[in-house]
Structures are given as C-alpha cells and as structure tokens.
C-alpha cells in the first residue's frame, strides 16, 4: 500500500526521533522471511528495547539527515529491515544476530555506532556487548577488588607474624584448662 505525503512525513519524523535517540543501528536484508517470524522478531525486539521497522530506503536516509547514523545514506539498498538499540548498544544486535541463527535469509548488512558505520561481521562484536546490568556488576567488581585485596593482605601479614585467626586457635589450643579470675577489690562505699 502507497503512503500519501502526510504518511511518509509522519514515517520520517518517526523514524528520526528514534534515530536521535538510538544507540546503534543494524539494517538487514529480510526479504524470504515468513510473516510469522517476522511477528516473533518484532515482539522479541520490543522485549528488548530494539525499534524494529521496515520503511523504504529513500525514507530512511531521510530520517537519519543530522544524526549519528547519516553515513549510512548510500548504503541503503534493498529490502532492508531497520533495528535501533534504544536502551543499550548491544540489543539490536544479539536480536538480528538470535534471528539470523535460525534463518539464513535474515542477513545483516550494515552496524552503525557512534557516528561510525562497519561491516556486517560486526553484528557479533556489538552483540557481544554486556547488558546494562552486566556492565554494572563488572564495574562493581572492578571497584571491590582493591579492597578485597588490601583485606587479604592484611590477613595474610597477620597469619605471617603469629596473629589473625591462626594465632587465636593456637592460643585457646594453649591456655590451661583452670582460668583464674583475679580478685577486683571493692570500691570504698559513698558515704551520703
């Protein structure tokens, strides 16, 4: 079905508001995919934080006029399928990278991040990327270590000259069996 002008303005602005605030790009050439599985991708792409889109090339390259994905312009060619990350860098590419696993006619064409467009074997480098929460907990225990070294250093000086938990097992090994308590003498009463 053929949009008006109305329509393919509101397909660009659509499509360039998400294009400003995307992380990365993945156009790839769908043509042989039934509609069921382009169903499935499209539901996995939502899970996901991907904005899946099939939108002609002429609009595309309009849409991403004065962002960071405008060196893909002459590169539109074919039937393309258009995945933005919306949330992290790595989604769209783990998505189309899931996709083309199971089908062969799902092939990626284009990666584009930070303004900088690679080849198609990307898709494995940017889906290999760590999730936010990934990325979290690396950083996390990147910030820990030192501590926790420090810790075992401290521990492991002690353990070296007789002390930390070693020195107390030892020292309770040693102590003789009758404890004597020395006698506390009493405090002189208040006269009041």
Not at 131 to 137: D, K, N, P, S
Request: glycine content about 8%; charged content about 20%.
């Amino acid at each position: 079905m053929a949009l008006n002008l109305s329509q393919k303005q509101e397909v660009v602005a659509e499509l360039a508001d998400v294009a400003a605030k995307a992380h990365s790009l993945i156009a790839a050439e769908y043509a042989g995919i039934t509609v069921g599985q382009m169903t499935a991708m499209r539901k996995q792409a939502r899970d996901n934080g991907v904005y899946l889109k099939v939108v002609k090339n002429t609009l595309a390259s309009r849409a991403v006029e004065g962002t960071e994905y405008e060196c893909v312009k002459d590169s539109l060619v074919g039937p393309l399928v258009y995945a933005f990350s919306t949330e992290e860098p790595g989604a769209a590419g783990r998505l189309i990278k899931e996709f083309a696993k199971g089908n062969d006619k799902l092939q990626p064409k284009l990666v584009v991040v930070g303004g900088q467009m690679y080849p198609a074997s990307h898709v494995d480098v940017l889906a290999s990327l760590p999730t936010r929460e990934q990325a979290l907990a690396m950083l996390a225990r990147v910030l820990a270590e030192p501590a926790s070294m420090f810790a075992r250093a401290i521990k492991a000086v002690g353990d070296k000259l007789g002390g930390g938990d070693a020195a107390v097992e030892a020292s309770a090994a040693d102590a003789p069996a009758e404890t004597s308590v020395e006698a506390v003498p009493e405090a002189p009463a208040d006269p009041a």
